[in-house]
């Protein structure tokens, strides 16, 4: 079940980038567990990875390798997360990338790896290496929609988004997936996100590209406030293309393609929360600075107590208040707090609104998307993070997790 439509969309296949999915039996057997991207010669890659400080060792071999040479490959698995596993697991991403580099004619170095799956189990190297060839024959420009199904682990439903704009009457295509539904926290929100577009792009302008996109979307998210120790989102320019710059007119039609793609995967992630039935925008206004004004919505999004409300669709406004109170805002003046609910005003004054009625904020929260809209009358600095609601399913998936 998801709070709404998770996007899946057609995926066309983009100039100099082939996807491979096999099944490899990493944890289940008849699934789809093994994916590998392969890039051209000229390809740009940037990345984001978890601030986790406890981060697997696909995140430690990846930022290294990213930062020695250009990669030719992705490496991704579930299943299994190979973190928690010290030398042992930095010793087995190692020689995976090396196995895949080996098939594909390029360094061990040029191979990114990325795992998902349960924390502190070693990497079953010998099932992954043994699906390699497979993976490889299976490399093809349209191979995206199986990748998508390929890296999911708790989630229900594949995630899959894609767009469009014109250079020079040319379409420059961006395509993105992720996988995510729990340990979803900025930063990065256990989620992993591939986004690639067909053009020719510095990798230093690449990256930019992707801070800010990510910035926007994947790093404005919570499901659990647990951030885990595999989040990645990397971003791909296949190098076969028209060449984009900053300083292109077509730059700010790119950085919008990837915006959109970052957020409706970002917000695709939080639909999918492990037990979600509720889509929960929170929006602050009118605060000192956009810092503060997160502080008041982490805290409304990161609360058990407002979570579980809105998962019995009980307007319970009390829970919204306090959390802005506990947010830890110093001189905040309670008579100019203003509390809505979709159109229903609900807090004014410092109490409940007069006109408030009951049976309206019920209509609300029957509702599947709702939007907790926060005025702190201090400022002019908003923001707007995505959430959802906590239920039985939440503690149930985590529970059994393991089993």
């Known amino acids: 079940m998801a709070a709404g439509t998770i996007p899946f969309e057609p995926m066309p296949p983009l100039r100099g980038l082939r996807v491979g999915t096999v099944m490899a039996g990493i944890r289940k057997a008849d699934r789809r567990d093994l994916v590998v991207f392969a890039l051209g010669p000229d390809a740009t890659t940037a990345a984001v990875f978890t601030r986790n400080a406890f981060c697997a060792a696909p995140v430690i071999l990846a930022r290294a390798h990213l930062q020695r040479t250009r990669p030719r490959a992705l490496l991704i698995n579930t299943g299994n997360a190979n973190a928690g596993t010290g030398a042992a697991g930095e010793a087995a991403a190692r020689a995976c990338c090396a196995a895949l580099a080996e098939r594909l004619g390029c360094a061990p170095e040029a191979v990114l790896p990325f795992s998902t799956g349960v924390i502190g189990e070693p990497l079953p190297v010998d099932r992954l290496t043994a699906a390699l060839p497979a993976a490889v024959a299976a490399?093809?420009?349209?191979?995206?929609?199986?990748?998508?199904?390929?890296?999911?682990?708790?989630?229900?439903?594949?995630k899959a988004v894609s767009r469009a704009f014109a250079r020079d009457g040319q379409t420059v295509t961006v395509n993105g997936i992720a996988k995510g539904a729990g340990m979803i926290r900025p930063d990065m929100a256990t989620m992993l996100a591939f986004v690639a577009v067909d053009a020719v792009i510095d990798a230093a302008d690449l990256q930019s590209a992707l801070e800010g996109a990510a910035a926007g979307s994947f790093n404005r998210i919570t499901v659990d406030g647990d951030t885990s120790t595999n989040d990645a989102c990397c971003l791909i320019a296949t190098g076969d293309g028209p060449r984009l710059t900053p300083a292109d007119p077509a730059w700010p039609a790119f950085q919008a393609a990837l915006d959109e793609v970052c957020r409706q995967l970002a917000q695709a992630i939080v639909r999918d929360g492990e037990g979600a039935t509720k889509f929960i925008t929170v929006a602050v206004e009118q605060a000192r600075d956009a810092a503060e004004a997160r502080q008041v919505a982490d805290a409304i999004a990161h609360s058990p107590l407002v979570k579980t409300a809105f998962f019995a669709s009980d307007p319970n406004w009390g829970r919204i208040l306090a959390a802005v109170g506990r947010a830890g805002l110093s001189e905040l003046a309670l008579e100019r707090v203003a509390i809505d609910l979709d159109e229903v005003g609900v807090v004014r004054g410092g109490g409940l609104d007069p006109a408030y009625r009951e049976t309206d904020g019920q209509r609300v929260m029957a509702r599947t998307d709702i939007t907790i809209a926060v005025r702190l009358g201090r400022g002019e600095a908003a923001v707007r993070i995505w959430t959802c609601d906590l239920g039985h399913d939440y503690v149930r998936i985590n529970a059994e997790y393991r089993t």
Not at 139 to 158: E, N, R, S, V
């Open 139 to 158: 490399l093809a420009p349209d191979g995206w929609a199986d990748a998508a199904w390929g890296i999911m682990t708790t989630d229900t439903q594949p």
